[in-house]
Nanobody
């Protein structure tokens, strides 16, 4: 199983950009679909973006499509989320997640194989 550690969160103004990174340790990183989930305190977790274990397929929530880009580097065991044109409604804790042999859409959130500790993104107006 993989262990995930996120970095790159912080405070940014509306319209700005941030790049989140997720470093994975453990075995067979390239066998995991990877993705990002976010959660606002008091609200349900929300799928943001996913990338297949091959890296050949990506999938985005409608709310971030065209603004966010997910990518992975299997040689470095990392996955990134480039976030542009940020909006106040993007404010949340962002979690890196993994699903063994999953697709870019990822499966049910409560059945994912690994979660990071989360990194806070705050978009101020």
């Amino acid at each position: 199983q993989v262990q995930l550690v996120e970095s790159g969160g912080g405070l940014v103004q509306v319209g700005g950009s941030l790049r989140l990174s997720c470093a994975a340790s453990g075995r067979a990183f390239s066998s995991y679909a990877m993705g990002w989930i976010r959660q606002v305190p008091g609200k349900e977790r929300e799928f943001v973006a996913g990338i297949s274990w091959t890296g050949g397929s990506t999938y985005y929530a409608d709310s971030v499509k065209g603004r966010f880009t997910v990518s992975r580097d299997n040689a470095k065991n990392t996955v990134n989320l480039q976030m542009n044109s940020l909006k106040p409604e993007d404010t949340a804790v962002y979690y890196c997640v993994a699903e063994l042999y999953g697709s870019s859409r990822l499966g049910a959130l409560d059945r994912l194989d690994a979660w990071g500790q989360g990194t806070l993104v705050t978009v101020s107006s």
